[in-house]
Nanobody, 125 residues
Framework: QLVESGGGLVQPGGSLRLSCEASAGNFDQYTIGWFRQAPGKEREGISC????????FSRDSMKGRFTISRDNAKKTAYLQLNNLEPDDTAVYYC????????????????????WGQGTQVTVSS
């Protein structure tokens, strides 16, 4: 089970750090991906990090503002959100694929089986 936290209301230009904690399973054997979904829009891949943290893939439009990381000892992955804009308003999800050590640079939702419940990020003045 994956549980996201850290969302909230932030002003434009602000920052948040989202967390994704695994409550069970071998967290250090799974890629973790971050996605977001705004109202009326499709779920969009942001970034993913391989099981050992050695491979990171990120959507080009978000590079430089969003940074993924993980701490396997804490069974937690993170997504640092900087310089937030109103268009970043969405529910943010973390996810893991079904297969251990599977990693892909495509950042597509159908490659992930296990999902958290999401955390709301609202960027507004």
């Amino acid at each position: 089970q994956l549980v996201e936290s850290g969302g909230g209301l932030v002003q434009p230009g602000g920052s948040l750090r989202l967390s994704c904690e695994a409550s069970a399973g071998n967290f250090d054997q799974y890629t973790i991906g971050w996605f977001r979904q705004a109202p009326g829009k499709e779920r969009e891949g942001i970034s993913c990090i391989s099981a050992d943290g050695g491979d990171i893939f990120s959507r080009d439009s978000m590079k430089g503002r969003f940074t993924i990381s993980r701490d396997n000892a804490k069974k937690t992955a993170y997504l640092q959100l900087n310089n937030l804009e109103p268009d970043d308003t969405a529910v943010y999800y973390c996810a893991a694929p079904e297969i251990q050590y599977f990693v892909s640079d495509r950042l597509v939702a159908y490659e992930y089986k296990y999902w958290g419940q999401g955390t709301q990020v609202t960027v507004s003045s």
